[in-house]
């Protein structure tokens, strides 16, 4: 089974970087996703990563250390619209199954 | 827009009653997932389907059902309705065997059991 752990909540200010951390215990890996979700609406895709190392978009970047079961969102110039809930999803090995952690809600504050 | 629709947008039902939930994919996608969002938590997955068939199963009991159809749009069928199953329905297409499979979804419906 897949087990994937990230904070329930984190505040930040405006023009801030937050590191939103996601860990992961699976009985097989087929590549980390992240996703954002605004309240009320579908989780949009943000990054991939399947191999180690860091995935940079613009002003998000994603890590990972397969060797650790370990992931972070790095979201820079934090802006106003990035409050919302931010999703971590290990892919099966089969590789037709996420498994979410629960999310984590950042509040961005002026 | 990830060019995936859901409809319908909100459904309130009672308990014990059937409800069928569809799900448009992505131009281009062959593949469905489905997956249940209780308020406040992650998504949950149902099951997905490729080329019609169901390929892989969360844990969710016989009572969730679904098809995919030639033309890769998908229903969810749930029978015998439990207050436990209010919850954001989302759907989400892939294209198999593509570089990363990733999944894109749609807007959701948001089903109410009373």
């Known amino acids: 089974g897949q087990n994937i752990d990230q904070p329930t909540e984190m505040t930040a200010t405006e023009g801030a970087i937050v590191q939103i951390n996601c860990t992961y215990q699976?009985?097989?890996?087929?590549?980390l996703f992240w996703y954002q979700q605004h309240a009320g609406e579908a989780p949009t895709f943000l990054s991939y990563?399947?191999?180690?190392g860091l995935e940079e978009k613009g002003r998000f970047s994603s890590f990972l250390s397969r060797s650790k079961g370990y992931s972070y969102l790095l979201l820079k110039e934090l802006q106003m619209k990035d409050s919302a809930s931010y999703l971590c999803?290990?892919?099966?090995?089969?590789?037709?199954?996420?498994?979410f952690g629960g999310g984590t809600r950042v509040l961005v504050k002026p | 827009e990830t060019g995936v629709t859901q409809s319908p947008t909100h459904l309130i039902k009672t308990r014990g009653q059937q409800v069928t939930l569809r799900c448009s994919s992505q131009?281009?996608?062959?593949?469905v997932s489905w997956y249940q969002q209780a308020l406040g938590q992650g998504p949950q997955f149902i099951f997905q389907?490729?080329?019609?068939?169901?390929?892989g199963r969360g844990n969710f009991p016989p009572r969730f059902s679904g098809l995919q159809f030639p033309n890769y749009s998908s229903e969810l069928n749930v029978n015998a309705l439990e207050l436990d199953d209010s919850a954001l329905y989302l759907c989400?297409?892939?294209?198999?065997?593509?570089?990363?499979?990733?999944?894109?979804f749609g807007p959701g419906t948001r089903l109410t059991v009373l």
């Open positions: 989400a297409s892939s294209l198999v065997h593509g570089s990363t499979d990733t999944q894109y």
């Open positions: 699976t009985s097989g890996f087929n590549g």
């Open positions: 990563n399947v191999l180690d």
């Open positions: 999803a290990v892919r099966d090995r089969r590789g037709n199954k996420l498994t």
């Open positions: 131009s281009g996608h062959n593949t």
């Open positions: 389907y490729y080329r019609e068939e169901e390929n």
